[in-house]
Every structure is written in C-alpha cells, then in structure tokens.
C-alpha cells in the first residue's frame, strides 16, 4: 500500500488490537506476563518472537505499540520508550560508550544534558571535548579518528541556536562517530534528523508528544541493530523503560500532534513578530523571523520557526520576575511543549547551576525569558505579554 502520511501514522501505525477488537489502544497494566508451559517460558527467554513479552521493564504491547508509533514517524526502524527524556539521554549515550572513548558536544546544551557529559560520562573516562554548534570549523577540528560519537540539541535550550544536522553528520560519519541528536526542540513534525544524517534521535515525549503536562517519559530512535543490540541490554538491565499507563497518555497524544505543532508554531511566530516590535524588548529570538541569524538553515531543516520564542526583557532579572509574576494566561513553569503557554527564566531554574561565565558563553542573560506558545489564541497571548512588560517597566 502506499506510504501513510504523518497525521495517518499519528493516528494508526503499531495499532494492536485484543481478541476484544478494542477501538482505543489497550493499557496493559501489569508487570510480567503467563506462559502455556515452562518449555514456552524457556524458549521466550532464549529468543522472545515480535509479539511476545517477558517482564514490563524488558517490554510491554501497550509501550511496543508506542515505540512503534514514533519510530514510524521518525523515519527509524525501531525506538525504545523510557522514563523520562533525560533516561533517553542517558541510556543513548551510556549505552554506547566505554573507559577511553572520545565524544564531541556542541557546548549549548539544557543543563541536565551538561550534567551527564561534564560530570557522569567523564567519571567513567569518557573524553568528552565541547565545541559552538553553530561553528562547523570547530566540529572540524574536534572530531578526530577514534571518536565515538557526537551529541548536540538540534535547536538549543534556551536560545535557539542551530545545528547544521546534515554538515555535523559528514563531518561525524567521515571518522566512524555515531550522530546522536536531542530534537525535542525542533519536534518530530518539524524535524527529520535520520534523513538529514543522524543515526539516533532523542525526545523527551514529556514535551510536545505528551502534550498536556500529564506524564514523564522520553523515547530513542535508531536502526533495529543499534536500539535492540547497543541500546536495550543497557535500558531493560538498569530500569530505565517507560511505564505502559505513559505509553497509552502518549498514544493518545500523538493523535493530535501534528494538529497541536502546526498551531502552535504559527501562534509563535505571531508572537515573535509582536515582540520584535516592542521596545520593551532588547532582542527576540526565534528562528521563523528573518532577524535571526540562522532563518536560512531553520527553513532548510525544518520549514518552521518552531513552538518556543526566547526573548530579553529591559531590566535584568528584577524587571524579568516582574513581567513574568505579572502574566494571566501563560504559566510560570520549566515544562515547554505544553497547550498551555509556559515561561520560564532559564538563568534561575533550568540553567541555575552553570556557572555565569558558562552562562554568559550561552547567552543566558539576567532578563531572558524562554515562552513555550500553547493552544490559546495568538492575540490572547500576545496581550497578556503587553501588559506583563508594562508591569516590568513599571
């Protein structure tokens, strides 16, 4: 038949249906499952078939029809559901990696992901050498024979810088390194990392997948060989694998994804048009407007500017906290993603721990503000920051 477009895959791809004949996807709550004989229970432990299951953390139908779900529309094989997107991090790094080996990361990471390179991996002996992910001299120069792999956010947090997916790819491949990409930024509907080169696409399918702020959860996409010989020993062994109950909030979620982007997305270039214009402001950014330095390549890799829009308020952090205690409809949060508009001040919260110089490296101001743009309307919200940067003037 012919190849499903997104909104179909969204809808139906890795349906599983019970001897029931259910219309919405099943939840399978439970942790482990009944063989028909202790000859089937040992066979099912040598080599478990592609329908069949041993324990919830090794596999579950209703987590199966997830991976299933997104690795269709990733454009993978295969996927592996986790508990949270930083498991999925964690596990696509930790998984591949030994005492000695050398990886390459763009500097302009969420400060979690910084954690596990700077602190985990190199605790372990894993060389870790950190480049601007926008100079691709600097991939260049840092990606050697012998390096393993290399990891950068496709859109960084919080200032929304890009990373040339197909150029970094090249470079990576041309020594053997594993390109793996955190795309949570740039979506699965806005970004198709595997056919601009990358081997691994990271989510935390807390964000945009989920949607609606219900549920933890994150997913790795890959060949079949990568997800299920490097990737799953390391996950089913040290527990990190997605609950079936997020696995069925995420199938349902999906449904709307496409619908929930699109919106979204164009409610945020609305948004950054409007800021850009208010003097209010001392800068915007945004990769859907013209201003931003890296426009050309946004429409190339994605066709699309995005949900977030990072902006800096006039006044520091005293005038940041003012406009941000003085909005109505978008909520003071760290989650992004979400149907609900979201700010949050990523030099206090998600970015609190680096050091100001790092900070100031990054471009993480006193006043800058991250808006995650939800579902409510443009204009809406769009006042709601009018008067938010009134009070911060204030």
Same mark, same amino acid.
């Given at each position: 038949m012919t190849e499903w477009? =997104?909104?179909?895959?969204?809808?139906?791809?890795? %349906?599983?249906?019970?001897?029931?004949?259910?219309? @919405?996807?099943?939840?399978?709550?439970?942790?482990?499952?009944?063989?028909?004989?202790?000859?089937?229970?040992?066979?099912?432990? &040598?080599k478990a078939g592609e329908d069949e299951f041993i324990y919830a953390r090794y596999g579950n139908p209703t987590t199966r029809m997830f991976e299933e779900r997104i690795a269709a529309l990733e454009g993978t094989e295969d996927a592996f559901a986790t508990a949270s997107g930083m498991a999925a991090v964690n596990g696509a790094l930790t998984a591949m990696l030994r005492a000695g080996d050398h990886v390459v990361s763009s500097r302009a990471l969420f400060g979690s992901c910084l954690y596990i390179l700077e602190e985990v991996l190199t605790r372990y002996g894993v060389k870790v050498t950190f480049v601007d992910g926008a100079d691709l001299d600097?991939?260049?120069?840092?990606?050697?024979?012998?390096?393993?792999? !290399?990891? +950068?956010e496709s859109m960084s947090n919080p200032t929304l810088e890009l990373v040339d997916i197909r150029a970094v790819s090249e470079i990576a491949h041309a020594v053997g390194a594993v390109v793996i990409v955190d795309n949570v930024f740039a979506t699965p509907i806005f970004s198709r990392a595997v056919e601009q080169g990358a081997?691994?696409?990271?989510?935390?399918?807390?964000?945009?997948?989920?949607?609606?702020?219900?549920?933890?959860?994150? &997913? &790795?996409?890959?060949?079949? *060989?990568w997800i299920r010989k490097v990737l799953e020993p390391y996950m089913k062994h040290t527990? #990190?694998?997605?609950?079936?109950? =997020?696995?069925?909030?995420?199938?349902?979620?999906?449904?709307?994804?496409?619908?929930?982007?699109?919106?979204? @997305? *164009?409610?945020?270039?609305?948004?950054?048009?409007?800021? *850009?214009?208010?003097?209010? !402001?001392?800068?915007?950014?945004?990769p859907g407007l013209e201003s931003h330095p890296q426009h050309a390549l946004a429409m190339a890799q994605m066709g699309s #500017?995005?949900?977030?829009?990072? +902006?800096?308020?006039?006044? #520091?952090? *005293?005038?940041?906290?003012?406009?941000?205690?003085?909005?109505?409809?978008?909520?003071? %949060?760290?989650?992004?993603?979400?149907?609900?508009t979201i700010a949050?001040?990523?030099?206090? =919260?998600?970015?609190?721990r680096l050091p100001q110089e790092q900070k100031d490296a990054l471009g993480i101001t006193p006043g800058l503000i991250r808006l995650s743009v939800g579902l409510e309307d443009a204009e809406d919200v769009i006042a709601d920051l009018r008067q938010a940067l009134a009070a911060a003037q204030g």
């Open positions: 477009k =997104t909104r179909t895959k969204l809808v139906h791809e890795g %349906s599983r249906r019970s001897q029931y004949g259910e219309m @919405a996807e099943a939840i399978f709550l439970t942790q482990g499952f009944a063989y028909d004989s202790a000859e089937s229970a040992e066979a099912r432990f &040598v600097q991939w260049r120069a840092a990606v050697v024979p012998g390096t393993k792999a !290399v990891f +950068f081997d691994v696409v990271v989510y935390s399918t807390t964000k945009h997948i989920d949607g609606q702020g219900r549920a933890l959860g994150g &997913v &790795v996409c890959g060949s079949t *060989e527990g #990190g694998s997605m609950s079936p109950f =997020t696995a069925w909030m995420h199938l349902n979620g999906m449904a709307t994804l496409d619908l929930r982007c699109r919106a979204m @997305a *164009e409610a945020a270039l609305q948004v950054a048009r409007a800021l *850009e214009g208010d003097d209010r !402001v001392s800068r915007v950014i945004y #500017g995005g949900t977030l829009v990072t +902006f800096e308020v006039k006044g #520091g952090k *005293e005038a940041a906290f003012r406009f941000m205690n003085a909005l109505e409809i978008a909520k003071i %949060s760290n989650n992004l993603g979400d149907a609900k949050t001040h990523p030099a206090t =919260t998600t970015h609190q």
